[in-house]
């Protein structure tokens, strides 16, 4: 069976409810309590922000899909979210590709489908 891209993994995990992610980030992160804490503390302060999220989603896909599978899925979120322009290199190239490659990443974007008969005689 094909993987999730690093991407697809990472995203799930910076997506979860508030209510749920300092109970995972406990779960999966070895982090110490006191550090845990903290990050909490600072969490609640802002939940929009959501820290406990990224660090989730960091400190997870590091731990599963290992330093260059983070890298990739942070690459992916700025190029598709943080407004940096794409870049023509190979790497953010193949970035890209891995996404749209897993059919659920396409939930994260909006789309029409027309069908080619509704197209032909259309001035664009």
């Keep these: 069976?094909?993987?999730?891209?690093?991407?697809?993994?990472?995203?799930?995990?910076?997506?979860?409810?508030?209510?749920?992610?300092?109970?995972l980030l406990r779960a999966f992160s070895d982090r110490p309590l006191e550090e845990l804490a903290e990050i909490e503390k600072e969490f609640l302060k802002d939940?929009?922000?959501?820290?406990a999220q990224k660090i989730l989603a960091e400190d997870t896909t590091?731990?599963?899909?290992?330093s260059d599978?983070?890298?990739a899925a942070q690459e992916g979120t700025r190029l598709l979210f943080?407004?940096?322009?794409?870049?023509?290199?190979?790497?953010?190239?193949?970035v890209l590709?891995?996404?749209f490659k897993d059919p659920s990443s396409m939930a994260d974007f909006p789309s029409v489908t027309i069908e080619r008969d509704q197209l032909i005689g259309m001035s664009l």
């Design 82 to 94: 943080g407004g940096a322009k794409i870049p023509s290199s190979s790497s953010s190239t193949s």
């Design 97 to 99: 590709e891995s996404i």
């Design 69 to 71: 599978g983070l890298s």
């Design 47 to 51: 939940t929009s922000k959501r820290l």
């Design 62 to 66: 590091r731990w599963v899909r290992g």
């Design 1 to 23: 069976p094909q993987r999730t891209s690093d991407y697809n993994f990472y995203q799930f995990l910076h997506r979860v409810p508030d209510r749920d992610a300092m109970k």
